[in-house]
């Protein structure tokens, strides 16, 4: 069985955000950088059912795992200057 490897855009969509790549871009600078012991899934400006989408994907390592640890990172990473 083949994984499938979803688009950056296709996870915001499925939390709900707008899924172009300036409101992606923007969406991270303004919430990054997360403390570094911060789970993604555990920060103040999801929903409860997204963070739950979040940690129920990661946990899995479901299809969406490999997006949701790009996510994690990029949130995580101090912003360019």
């Given at each position: 069985?083949?994984?499938?490897?979803?688009?950056?855009s296709?996870?915001?969509?499925?939390?709900g955000?707008?899924?172009?790549?300036?409101?992606?871009?923007?969406f991270?600078?303004?919430?990054?950088p997360?403390?570094?012991?911060?789970?993604?899934?555990?920060?103040?400006?999801?929903?409860?059912?997204?963070?739950?989408?979040?940690?129920?994907?990661?946990l899995?390592?479901a299809?969406?795992?490999?997006?949701?640890?790009?996510?994690n990172?990029?949130?995580h990473?101090?912003?360019?200057p």
């Amino acid at each position: 069985m083949e994984s499938t490897v979803h688009p950056f855009s296709d996870l915001f969509a499925q939390l709900g955000l707008p899924d172009d790549n300036t409101s992606i871009q923007q969406f991270i600078a303004a919430h990054s950088p997360l403390p570094n012991d911060m789970r993604l899934e555990e920060a103040p400006f999801w929903s409860p059912a997204q963070a739950q989408l979040l940690r129920e994907e990661r946990l899995d390592d479901a299809d969406w795992a490999m997006v949701v640890d790009r996510l994690n990172v990029a949130l995580h990473a101090s912003p360019n200057p």
